[in-house]
């Protein structure tokens, strides 16, 4: 059955992950139940985390849910299809904690515990502390076959550092395997008020003195600190591959125009020739 008649079900699967960065399916079965004063209403169950089921400890819901799972709370929607309010059994918002796992647990489970307590103890494999949090409050209910489904995740699985860039303000942002990004740091500058007075230690590094003064640290792009050019060598502009295509193309054109002149030369010659 569906969930357009009382006892009809239906059910929806989600990603969540953990501290790994691992994703787990956790799947919700939601129970339609009788109208409250014209208002539809559904009871919200937890059934199943990847393949362990979720067991409601010493409790049967009415209607059963196929598997049994952990009733977190009932939905009520209104005539108009917008969802309005709860009872004590759940929240619109729902936080959901997985237990401190084991590294290979012989029988994998899962301890689930909504915002009105309860639960049942287990261990669950891979995950640490794990918590993530359904959003009921954009739910809502139509006059067509039921369905449910996440629009959004905040997590993501695990990556590895692919690249790093470095923008003109100084930020250094890495860019990982799995699409997401991160600020690792920023580079920093110095300013001097004198700084023709740095000793020079050769090739592009200097040592403060005395005569240059102490260093006035800052971001670049920030109170008078100077933009970074990323991907440039200090003190050279010159683009390598460029001046080499020019250098080789310039040295074809020589090669053809000494022809050119070498063929008339020789014209000149024959010509030279007849009239003698």
Not at 149 to 163: I, R
């Amino acid at each position: 059955e569906d969930g357009e008649k009382p006892g009809g079900n239906f059910s929806t699967t989600m990603k969540v992950y953990d501290s790994l960065g691992n994703a787990h399916n956790v799947e919700v079965a939601f129970v339609r139940i009788e109208d409250k004063d014209d208002n539809r209403q559904f009871d919200v169950y937890i059934t199943k985390v990847d393949d362990c089921p979720v067991q409601e400890t010493g409790e049967t819901p009415d209607p059963p849910v196929d598997p049994p799972g952990k009733n977190i709370g009932t939905l009520e929607f209104d005539t108009s299809g917008q969802l309005t309010k709860d009872d004590d059994s759940g929240k619109k918002i729902v936080t959901i904690t997985i237990k401190d796992g084991t590294e290979d647990p012989p029988n994998p489970s899962v301890s689930l515990t909504t915002e009105t307590g309860g639960g049942n103890d287990g261990t669950f494999q891979g995950a640490k502390a794990l918590t993530f949090v359904l959003d009921f409050t954009n739910l809502k209910s139509y006059a067509a076959q039921s369905d449910a489904a996440a629009l959004s995740v905040n997590g993501c699985p695990s990556g590895k550092l692919d690249e790093f860039t470095i923008s003109s303000t100084g930020e250094i942002e890495a860019v990982f395997s799995n699409g997401q990004t991160k600020i690792l740091g920023r580079v920093g500058l110095a300013n001097f008020k004198n700084p023709a007075g740095l000793l020079r230690e050769g090739s592009n590094m200097y040592r403060e003195t005395a005569n240059s003064g102490i260093p006035m640290f800052g971001s670049p792009a920030t109170g008078g600190f100077a933009n970074l050019q990323p991907g440039s060598l200090e003190m050279s502009n010159v683009d390598l591959a460029r001046e080499f295509t020019d250098m080789i193309t310039t040295q074809r054109g020589f090669q053809a125009n000494s022809r050119v002149i070498s063929v008339s030369d020789e014209m000149l010659q024959e010509l030279v020739n007849m009239k003698r």
